[in-house]
T-cell receptor, first 111, second 113 residues
Framework: SQQGEEDPQALSIQEGENATMNCSYK?????LQWYRQNSGRGLVHLIL?????REKHSGRLRVTLDTSKKSSSLLITASRAADTASYFC???????????FGKGTRLSVIA | DGGITQSPKYLFRKEGQNVTLSCEQN?????MYWYRQDPGQGLRLIYY???????QKGDIAEGYSVSREKKESFPLTVTSAQKNPTAFYLC????????????FGPGTRLTVT
């Protein structure tokens, strides 16, 4: 079952703009992670936020988590053409349970 | 793609044949996972293993089989019972303990005709 649902499904922006992607989930979680996938490649872990955290930063990435609304957002600031990829959120009910992935947001950054 | 290798990158098979996809990791990770990805879709869990000689079914295990005889290897067999095997297959691993992030291989694209 796919718990995470990303919104929008696709996003096209100009280089230098910010990109915001949202993820909603259904059940309580231990942590939520964001991954990036370039076309035809494996996924790369970007950032993890625990259920007791509200915001986290890593370079140009900012992740927020609202457990009351069961939602998270990923903000990529000052986007670059190299940020073009699909972005997936994944949730874990506990530290040892498998991740459940959403369907992803396809981001296109136009130079 | 970290220390996980998947081979081959592209695989073609005739309908009715079993095929085995390789996944090897040199990260000394305890847990390993197999996912299936269809075009424009997210990842769906096929099987996972948290320790050698033990594995559990994921959401879409029917028509697939796995083994975990060595810590570094987790091969996936796509059997003829899998109704629609053409897909992109991704293997991942995760350290035990308090580590949560998964490391993915480059994937194998399987086409069955």
């Amino acid at each position: 079952s796919q718990q995470g649902e990303e919104d929008p499904q696709a996003l096209s922006i100009q280089e230098g703009e910010n990109a915001t992607m949202n993820c909603s989930y259904k059940t309580s979680i231990n942590n939520l992670q964001w991954y990036r996938q370039n076309s035809g490649r494996g996924l790369v872990h970007l950032i993890l936020i625990r259920s007791n955290e509200r915001e986290k930063h890593s370079g140009r990435l900012r992740v927020t988590l609202d457990t009351s609304k069961k939602s998270s957002s990923l903000l990529i600031t000052a986007s670059r053409a190299a940020d073009t990829a699909s972005y997936f959120c994944a949730t874990a009910a506990s530290g040892n349970t498998p991740l459940v992935f959403g369907k992803g947001t396809r981001l296109s950054v136009i130079a | 793609d970290g220390g996980i290798t998947q081979s081959p990158k592209y695989l073609f098979r005739k309908e009715g044949q079993n095929v085995t996809l390789s996944c090897e990791q040199n990260l000394n990770h305890d847990a390993m996972y197999w996912y299936r990805q269809d075009p424009g879709q997210g990842l769906r869990l096929i099987y996972y293993s948290q320790i050698v000689n033990d594995f559990q079914k994921g959401d879409i295990a029917e028509g697939y089989s796995v083994s975990r005889e060595k810590k570094e290897s987790f091969p996936l067999t796509v059997t003829s019972a899998q109704k629609n095997p053409t897909a992109f297959y991704l293997c991942a691993s995760k350290d035990g303990g308090n580590s949560y992030e998964q490391y993915f291989g480059p994937g194998t694209r399987l086409t069955v005709t």
